[in-house]
């Protein structure tokens, strides 16, 4: 029965394997990342300069940007550059009265008393942005506009709130897409879907942007607190941005549009990672954007709000692509993510052989083989294929890939160290090499199901960012409340009759019944501090701090090792499993062996954990060497710690024999 279940495990392993690695080929030389700034702030950083903006564009040209995030502009700009003035009938007949003076375009129409308070009048000398404002203010704002384009300077009037009228978007405006082009500089489209509240308007809208070459664009980076379309015009907005062959860009780390889950999967989820960087944060952490999590479009924001805003803005340029550049990065168009992913087949494989890890784990947990096996096979199986049809095929992947990632873990740690207690020797070596084969061999094994928890999400809705990460804190904490019970009755009680009800209630019963000591209380609050900070460290939870000291110890690793190891891998977990196996292995079987166990299980846990990174490039490669720095890093520190106990216990031996 269970050579059959260990066949299904290998075939689906290897199935994943196939797959996780011909993803990882595919993306292998994918080095492109677009490296852009917002045009507003390069017009705001020339202005404090005393410069034109194109002269600050061939600067940041020079060092490195290659393209410019820009939205429509608004009616508010041209108010402030002077283009226009504009202002409320009411303003206007209270400037009439306290003066007696006024525009020759309005002062007939004040003199006739035909100037409404509540209208807003728009002056302006240049006829063309002239008729592009009144047929945008028509368009979007559906409300009544009238014209008067016979003489200088020419008149709107507009139905319309002031405000609403100043903070219209008007379309791009063409001079600066002239000198964007005329930089050589890719434009990032910034659509914003304030006023667009009909499919023409939505249409219109992102036509202007896609109206330009192809060569010329980047990937769409939506400004506001919606898509471009929502809610009632996604389609249309979908079918624009397809024709355009543009991707969609998706802010990591930041409340996302409304709309955008709904957008992507009608754009075929056709979407990238853009990161934004966070002022104050290392120029390094911009760098590990694009190399762990599959960022294509760097935005960086200027820090306008330094002494010599200009000279911060070009070292913070010239270092991100300096540093871009000596990880193999280079400034090219940002384009969509694309895997060969899985095909059914090798899809079909891969669920039976995460059934075949169920069954196999029921059987390490029991140490039986039953009946129960097949079922739990078959239900696991069933279960899985089942979901596709009832729920989505993305959530049906990322439910089989969590699955795994519990599975694997569990597995490794139940089978390879709860489940081969060794005899008792007490010779120090052996019992090291012991240790150090069963930590191999749980390492295998995980790494095994790694394959399958990279392979099952490898579709674009997850490599392009659309997914969120789910099951993150259940892979860290489910493990472990399985683990516990399992490593106490298993090593602590290892002597005791087989478990049954009643000798688990005697047992509970007489923990319970012991006097309460400070040395538990203390023991227990720490344990509590240290499981609750283990969990919120998971998932990049806001509001956990970050020591600088750990930050500069994460660079440090990255220089040296090209990929860091996880901290709770390599300086807790796996030295505390070398302590506790090697402890096991000479026959220990105490609380604090127990204990080192159960603590040293957390880096299978966090292994299983990593491959689940499904936006990390070349997901599968990349976990495994991150685990593999964990895995000796973490054995090198246990060395150290086992070789400073071995010398402790023999100065202590040797101190009792002298007394």
């Known amino acids: 029965m269970k050579k059959i279940l260990f066949l299904l495990f290998a075939i689906g392993v290897l199935a994943g394997v196939y797959t996780a690695v011909q993803n990882d080929v595919a993306e292998w030389d994918l080095r492109d990342v677009e490296i852009s700034v917002a045009f507003e702030e390069v017009r705001q950083l020339a202005r404090e300069a005393n410069l034109a903006p194109a002269e600050v564009l061939t600067q940041l040209r020079s060092l490195g940007v290659t393209a410019v995030a820009i939205g429509e502009a608004e009616v508010r700009r041209y108010q402030n550059d002077g283009v226009l003035t504009a202002a409320t009938g009411s303003q206007l007949i209270h400037s009439w009265r306290l003066t007696g003076e006024s525009s020759s375009v309005l002062l007939p129409l004040l003199e006739s008393k035909l100037i409404q308070p509540n209208t807003t009048y728009l002056l302006l000398e240049d006829k063309l942005l ?239 083989e039953t009946c129960l096996l097949w079922l739990v096979f078959v ?60 930590i191999c061999r749980t390492f295998l094994l995980v790494a095994a199901g790694g394959a399958l928890v990279a392979a099952l999400p490898s579709t674009p809705y997850f490599a392009g960012g659309t997914a969120l990460f789910r099951g993150v804190k259940l892979v860290h904490v489910l493990p472990l409340v399985v683990l516990v019970p399992l490593a106490i009755s298993r090593i602590f009680y290892c002597q005791s009759p087989g478990w049954t009800l009643a000798r688990l209630i005697h047992v509970i019963g007489s923990f319970f019944s012991r006097p309460l000591l400070l040395s538990y209380l203390a023991a227990f609050l720490t344990l509590a501090t240290i499981g609750l900070f283990y969990v919120a460290r998971t998932g990049n939870v806001p509001g956990v701090p970050v020591l600088a000291l750990e930050l500069r110890l994460r660079e440090l690793l990255e220089s040296l090792l090209v990929v860091r190891p996880r901290f709770k891998e390599f300086l807790f977990a796996y030295p505390a499993a070398l302590l506790g196996l090697a402890l096991l292995a000479k026959g220990s079987r105490s609380v604090i062996t127990t204990a080192l166990v159960v603590i040293g299980s957390i880096a299978p846990v966090s292994m299983a954990n990593t491959f689940m990174h499904f936006t990390t490039p070349t997901a599968f490669y990349s976990a495994l060497f991150r685990s593999f720095n964990g895995l000796w890093t973490g054995v090198a520190v246990g060395l150290i710690l086992y070789g400073a106990l071995i010398l402790l216990t023999r100065f202590w031996e040797n101190k009792v024999k002298i007394s």
Request: glycine residues 6%; aromatic residues 6%; hydrophobic residues 50%.
């Open 130 to 368: 002239a008729k592009r404002l009144a047929h945008k203010a028509e368009l979007k704002l559906q409300k009544p506009v009238r014209t008067d384009f016979s003489r200088q300077p020419f008149l709107i009037e507009i139905d319309e709130d002031l405000e609403r009228v100043l903070g219209l978007r008007i379309g791009l405006d063409p001079a600066d897409v002239a000198l964007l082009r005329q930089a050589d500089l890719r434009l990032v489209p910034r659509p914003d879907n304030a006023f667009l509240t009909s499919e023409a308007a939505v249409r219109e809208t992102l036509g202007e942007f896609f109206a330009l070459p192809a060569e010329a664009l980047s990937a769409i980076m939506f400004d506001g607190p919606e898509v471009t379309g929502y809610p009632d015009h996604l389609a249309a907005a979908a079918a624009a941005i397809r024709e355009s062959g543009q991707a969609l860009g998706i802010v990591e780390f930041a409340k996302r549009p409304a709309g955008i889950s709904q957008l992507s999967a009608l754009v075929g989820y056709q979407t990238l990672l853009i990161h934004p960087n966070q002022p104050g944060r290392p120029v390094q952490s911009i760098a590990n954007s694009v190399q762990e999590r599959r960022v294509r479009l760097v935005y960086i924001r200027l820090p306008l709000a330094e002494a010599n805003p200009l000279a911060e803005s070009l070292a913070l340029v010239e270092s991100v692509t300096e540093v871009l550049a000596s990880y193999g990065y280079r400034g090219a168009t940002a384009r969509a993510v694309s895997l060969p992913g899985h095909e059914p087949p090798q899809l079909l494989l891969m669920l039976l052989g995460l059934a075949a890890a169920a069954a196999l784990l029921v059987s390490a947990i029991l140490r039986r």
């Open 379 to 438: 239900g696991t199986f069933a279960g899985l294929l089942l979901m596709f049809p009832l729920f989505s095929v993305n959530l049906a992947l990322q439910f089989g890939s969590v699955l795994a990632a519990l599975l694997f873990s569990l597995l490794a740690v139940v089978s390879q160290q709860l489940n081969r207690l060794p005899l008792p020797v007490k010779d120090d070596r052996a019992a090291l090499s012991w240790s150090l084969v069963t």
